[in-house]
């Protein structure tokens, strides 16, 4: 069994993140490195999953209050007077299965609860769909609340709610 480690990142991991981001970009969105920093600094929540010290996940999530102009966080902000917005969440290729996005998951909701956040929000792609995330986030007690088209019409979200 390999070393699976959960911690917080730091500006040293951010070409890692980026990378990661990237080979997943037609799940996620573009970022650089100026870009994360901006979302690292409006983030509460930005945490690595590590195999033998090597990043292979991460996860960036905001609180209700955060100064984040997204279409999706707007979405909730009018539906929800308090919540943590999943920004995004990446496992490479190669590392998943190994429960990282679980684990990940698992510390969010610890971190909502401890904050008395009630709900822990985010939103997937449906056009085109992604299966997987619909999957996994089911497991987690995510369910529809809305949808909407995004990224110019070229993508339709559906927005997902979950009570922590």
Request: proline share 4%; aromatic share 12%; net charge neutral.
């Amino acid at each position: 069994m390999q070393n699976i480690a959960i911690r917080e990142a730091a500006p040293g991991d951010f070409e890692s993140i980026c990378a990661l981001n990237l080979a997943e970009v037609q799940h996620t969105s573009d970022m650089d490195v100026a870009r994360l920093q901006a979302l690292d600094r409006l983030a509460c929540y930005h945490m690595l999953g590590c195999v033998e010290g090597q990043v292979v996940a991460f996860l960036l999530a905001m609180r209700h209050d955060a100064r984040y102009e997204n279409d999706n966080f707007s979405w909730f902000s009018r539906h929800y007077p308090r919540f943590l917005y999943i920004d995004r969440i990446v496992v490479s290729a190669a590392f998943r299965g190994r429960r990282l996005a679980s684990l990940l998951y698992e510390d969010l909701f610890r971190y909502a609860r401890r904050h008395g956040l009630p709900v822990v929000t985010c939103e997937y792609n449906i056009v085109p769909a992604n299966e997987p995330s619909r999957l996994f986030h089911d497991r987690f007690g995510f369910r529809e609340q809305g949808t909407q088209w995004v990224a110019g019409g070229s993508k339709q979200v559906s927005l997902q709610a979950a009570p922590t």
